[in-house]
C-alpha cells in the first residue's frame, strides 16, 4: 500500500492510495488518515489506484468520517474502481461519506 498526501496549510487535504487495503494496508494507512481527521476539515480520498478493500480498511475510513462528522467536516472518497465502489455500497459505506468520480466534486461537497 503506498499513501502520497498532499496537505498543504489550508482545511482540507488530499490522500491518494494506490494498492490493496487489507490488513496489512489498513496498518498503513490507520494513523495517517486519523491524524488528518482530526486536523482538517474534509478529507479527500483518492481511491482510483486501490484493487482491493477488507472490513478493516472500510472501518478506518468510518472512523476518521465520524471524527471529521463530530465537527461538521467531512471525508469523500474519490474515483473509486467498480470493484471497490461495489464493496463499499454493499457494506453501506455510501450512506455514511460521499462517493464522487472526480476531485473537483469532492471539493465541492466540502466546501
Known sequence: MQITISDGAGPIAKVCLVGKIDIAGAEVI??????????KRGVIVDLSGVTLISSI???HLV??????????????LVNPSD???????TSGVSDLMSI????AEAYALIA
Do not use: F, M, Q
Open 100 to 103: 464522487v468520480a472526480t476531485e
Open 63 to 76: 472512523s476518521a468520517t465520524k471524527t471529521l462528522s463530530r465537527k461538521n467536516g467531512k471525508l469523500v
Open 83 to 89: 470493484l471497490v465502489k461495489d464493496i463499499l455500497v
Open 57 to 59: 480498511g472500510i472501518r
Open 30 to 39: 490507520a494513523t495517517p488518515i486519523a491524524t488528518l481527521a482530526g486536523s
